[in-house]
Structure formats: structure tokens, C-alpha cells
């Protein structure tokens, strides 16, 4: 799934300033994509519009399927929070099984992908426990498991690895940037998760730009 944007703009209301300006991003079907930028740049907010929990002011955005049809990304994607919300007296496999439901798939095939997504998540001995049970770097994989659980071609991820420490970091983005070949946005202050993606860019005053290095 290719996603466009152009010439996207954003004030939130009431404010006198625009958050985002004129925001140009062209990401190819299965490529991974880092945001990058400091706090308050806008990050949150350009996925959040990406995903359609914001609506477009001003500019456009389209996500297009390699046979030309359009869809709204909020259609497509599938989601991965800073904070993340799961049920909490529902066990982790059942919290895991609904990204699953996303698509359709019955109660077995839900059950089978969600053990799946948990192994892939080092957290398969979890799935019994009750999610009220989890840290905060175990809700956090097991987040990610759900929104992997989902066949959705397009991932919109914030800050998915913001609670693990950088051994567990490195297999969670192999998980994530495996072999599915999703397209993958993430907005990461993470450097090393940076520099996994093929392409990186920074917000700087409401603009996007390309980087290189995503160190500054
Ligand atoms: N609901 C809102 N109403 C008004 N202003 C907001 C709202 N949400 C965010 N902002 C402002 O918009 C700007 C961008 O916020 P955003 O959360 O997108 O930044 P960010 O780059 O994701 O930051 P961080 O790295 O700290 O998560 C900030 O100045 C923030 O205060």
C-alpha cells in the first residue's frame, strides 16, 4: 500500500499557530518510514491525521493499492500506541486475538495468528495472564502483537518501543519490520529504531525533511 500526502496543514483549534505546514511524504508500497523531531514537532499529530483520528484541514492524503485503487488509510492500517490500550480483565491472548478479528478471521485462526504474534513478541508465556498483570514493556509488546495480528497492510506506530530496554528493542523490530513488507510508519525518538527504516525524515518547523543521520 503506497500512502501520499500533500500539502498537509494542521492548526488544532483554537491555537494561532500550524502545528504542520505544508507536509509532503511519499512512501512506497512495503517501505518502512522513521519520523523523527523533537518533542512537540508535530510527530504525534502527523500520524494521528495519517490515520484519520484528526481531520484534514488543508492538503490530502491517500493511500492507493498497487492496482491503482484509493483507500482511506484508516482503512488499511493497523495501529501501535504509546499508550496502550488493552482490556484489562481479558487475558493477553485475547487482547491479541481482536487485531485478528480486524480482518475476519474466526475464533482457531485468531487463537493460532495471536500465538504467532506473541512468540514473534518473546511474550508467548504471557498469553494466560490477564493484561491488568503486565509491565509496562510487556503491554506495550503485547500491543503491538494486536496491531500485528491484523493482516492491514499499512502500520502506524508511536513510539512502539518507548518502555523496552535495547536488546528487547532489536527483536521487537525484527518483528516489525520482518517479513510481512507492510508499509510502516513510526514515529520514534528511538535512534537505533531510526536507522532500521529505509527512509527517515524530521519535522523541523512544521515541515518534513529528509534524514540522513537521524541523530540531531
Ligand atoms: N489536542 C491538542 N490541542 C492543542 N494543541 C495540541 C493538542 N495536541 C497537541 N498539541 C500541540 O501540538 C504540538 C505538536 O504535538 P505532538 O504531540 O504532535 O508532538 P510530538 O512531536 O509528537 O511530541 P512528543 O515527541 O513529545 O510526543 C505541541 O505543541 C502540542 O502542545
Redesign the pocket.
Known amino acids: 500500500m503506497r500512502l501520499s500526502v500533500r500539502g498537509l496543514t494542521y492548526r ?1 483549534p ?2 494561532d499557530t500550524d ?1 504542520l505546514s505544508g507536509v509532503e511524504l511519499e512512501i512506497p508500497s512495503g517501505t518502512t518510514v522513521a519520523i523523527v ?10 500520524l494521528a491525521l495519517l490515520g484519520g483520528l484528526l481531520p484534514v484541514q488543508d492538503g490530502r492524503i491517500v493511500a492507493r493499492s498497487s492496482d491503482g485503487s484509493v483507500h482511506r488509510v484508516s482503512e488499511v492500517a493497523t495501529w501501535a500506541l ?1 499508550t496502550v490500550s488493552l482490556l484489562p480483565d481479558r487475558t493477553t491472548l485475547e487482547n491479541v486475538c481482536l487485531g485478528a478479528f480486524l480482518d475476519g478471521a474466526t475464533r482457531a485462526q485468531a487463537r493460532e495468528v495471536a500465538m504467532e504474534r506473541l512468540r514473534d513478541m518473546g511474550v508467548e508465556g504471557l498469553a494466560a495472564t490477564p493484561a491488568r498483570f503486565l509491565s509496562g514493556g510487556e503491554a506495550q509488546r503485547v500491543g503491538l502483537a494486536r496491531a500485528l495480528a491484523s493482516r492491514r497492510p499499512v502500520l502506524l506506530a508511536d ?1 512502539p518501543t518507548g518502555q523496552l530496554d535495547a536488546r528487547t528493542t532489536d527483536g521487537v523490530l525484527d518483528a516489525m519490520m520482518g517479513a510481512s513488507r507492510r508499509t510502516v510508519v513510526l ?1 520514534t ?1 528511538d535512534l537505533a529504531a531510526a536507522r532500521r527504516c529505509d527512509m527517515r525524515f524530521r ?1 523541523r518547523s512544521g515541515s518534513l525533511v529528509a534524514a540522513e543521520d537521524a541523530s540531531a
Do not use: A, M, R
Not at 523531531?37 to 504525534?44: A, L, N, R, W, Y
Open positions: 488544532y483554537g491555537s502545528v523531531g523533537p518533542s512537540g514537532s508535530g510527530k504525534t499529530t502527523l504509546q513510539e514515529v525518538h519535522l
